[in-house]
Structure formats: C-alpha cells, structure tokens
C-alpha cells in the first residue's frame, strides 16, 4: 500500500505564485510516477500534470502549460507543484495520484491510470 499526503496550498491572490507538494510513502523501492488533478466545485476532476517516476518525462494540460511546473526530489519521494500566475479560475481541490512504474502508457492523464490518491488540498485564488 502507498500512502499519498499533499502539503502546501491556501488562499492566493491572482497573479502570484505558490507551490504544493505530495509525499509518497509505502512501497519499498519507489518508482512512484505521480500526478496532479484537479477538481473545481461543480466540475469533475481534471488532469493537471504529470512526472515520471524517473524525472525525465513531464506532461501539463494546456490550461496549465507554461505557467505551472512539476518537478520531484527522488530521495525523498515527494514532487512539487510550483503555479506561477494564478487565475480565479486556477481554485480548485489539488489532488495527487501515484502510480508505480507507469511506462507503459505515457502520459498518464487518466484518473484510472492511477492506483493511489491523496485527499486533496485546497488552492483558491482571489481577485
């Protein structure tokens, strides 16, 4: 079993930045491919981005796309969301999904294509 916890998130104004992160835990080895969704109120959750579990592949929705960066520190199996120019429409409940492996079917976009998911943490951005 892998234990998934997100950190991080809060209330933003538009136009700033913030970082979230998620620590993956449980499984002996790592090789923990993890994402970002999202879901706003009344939307369903949507993918957000990606990275492999070896650091060298990445994939962001285009809604995000250059201005939001995923990143991960291996040793300590946690990645990063950094989001830089927030919108109002950036708020939402973050959640992040964990896979292992997950080489087979890259990118991973799919709520499905992942085994294990944190609660959630809430990002809001004002006005």
């Known amino acids: 079993q892998v234990q998934v916890v997100e950190s991080g998130g809060g209330l933003v104004q538009a136009g700033d930045s913030t970082t979230i992160s998620c620590e993956a835990s449980g499984r002996s080895g790592g090789r923990y491919t993890m994402g970002w969704f999202r879901q706003a109120p009344g939307n369903v959750r949507e993918f957000v981005a990606v990275i492999f579990w070896s650091g060298d592949k990445t994939h962001y929705s285009d809604s995000v796309k250059g201005r939001f960066t995923i990143s991960r520190d291996g040793a300590k199996n946690t990645v990063y969301l950094q989001m830089n120019s927030l919108k109002p429409e950036d708020t939402a409940v973050y959640y992040c999904?964990?896979?292992?492996?997950?080489?087979?079917?890259?990118?991973?976009?799919?709520?499905?294509?992942?085994?294990?998911w944190g609660q959630g943490t809430q990002v809001t951005v004002s006005l």
């Open positions: 999904a964990v896979v292992v492996w997950g080489g087979n079917s890259w990118p991973l976009i799919r709520e499905n294509q992942y085994d294990y």
